[in-house]
DNA sequence: CAGTTCGTTCAATTCTGATTGAACGAATAA
DNA sequence: TTATTCGTTCAATCAGAATTGAACGAACTG
């Protein structure tokens, strides 16, 4: 017996929407996964797959891979709907914790590899050094630069948490 | 009279380098991009369009788009050089800036066309619900998402300023 | 003046990564 | 059991952006 609704949005939402799909896009993300997150966002009640495909216009592997990539940052659950065997989805509300989360999983991990990538750099303008591939001037002006870019790193380091408090 | 040097860079520059364009390419600036401004950082001394595109190995129009690229954002400048008539570049050492500027270019303007898109949005949720086309809860539930997302935009704006007096 | 050199532009190509349709396995229903 | 529904996976396709080669105009050189 399948429910045959209107399964439109109104123009709020439509926008939002979309509004949603290009911030992700913006970010290196897929549009899809954003436009999805956007229409879970204002849905005062959880979605199917099926929904979500055929509100977004997409196909349902599209739907399907964007709700496990959501689901795998916990910025969406999976509701149990009594009576209906398909999954049903709804948007994580609190953005702080998904800000929290997404910087302790994403941001936090890079900044750290960027730090020891930089220490690994300087060791290695050390060896450039021994093996006379640079002047001094060179080697004083890199190693100069390098230092500047690592008292940043560290101090990007003590902002984001106090950052994330004040949010 | 032209100069054949070796034209190859030690490895710690090499691979900062090759850091650099990762960062952009991660932040969906074309890599070519990252690369120059990489290599320019390390640079002891000014590069002409050559040298760069030689040194990565990308087509002189690469090098021309990307450090064009490089010059909006203020994040290198060109230097003459005496006696000779090309072109020369070198990076903006100071991030500081760098990042400023970018803040006040790139986010500041997004972060307020967002701001405005939201109360674009929470007319159009109001006419919508004249116009007969949601719930009483779904006006309710929107209208309450919305506002949570309204409320840390203002915090989001509040809280850019500071950080950057931070760093 | 003709002949170079330099940097930019633009159409064509190439790459990367998002999206899809089809096929599949698992779970449910009949 | 067989048939159907649901969600995932995977190879193929598609779109958009980066990159290039070629052509051009402007500035220099001799």
Chains 1, 2 share one sequence.
Not at 5 to 19: G, I, M
Not at 132 to 142: D, P, S, V
Request: glycine share 6%; charged share 30%.
């Amino acid at each position: 017996m399948a429910e045959t609704l209107s399964k439109s949005l109104p123009s709020s939402r439509r926008e939002f929407v979309e509004t949603a799909g290009r911030l992700c896009q913006r970010f290196g993300l897929p549009r899809s996964t954003g436009q999805i997150y956007g229409l879970l966002y204002l849905a005062p009640s959880p979605l199917s797959l099926d929904d979500i495909a055929e509100l977004l216009s997409i196909s349902k592997a599209s739907a399907s891979t964007g709700t496990r990539q959501l689901l795998s940052w916990h910025a969406i659950k999976q509701i149990w709907v009594p009576g209906d065997r398909r999954d049903h989805f709804e948007a994580v509300g609190d953005l702080h914790d998904l800000l929290r989360a997404g910087y302790e999983k994403f941001f936090r991990p890079k900044l750290e590899r960027s730090v020891s990538k930089m220490d690994h750099l300087l060791v290695c303008l050390e060896a450039d050094r021994k093996a006379g591939l640079l002047t001094k001037e060179e080697h004083a002006f890199c190693k100069e630069r390098l230092a500047h870019l690592r008292s940043l790193q560290t101090r990007v380091q003590k902002l984001l948490p106090l950052a994330e408090k004040f949010l």
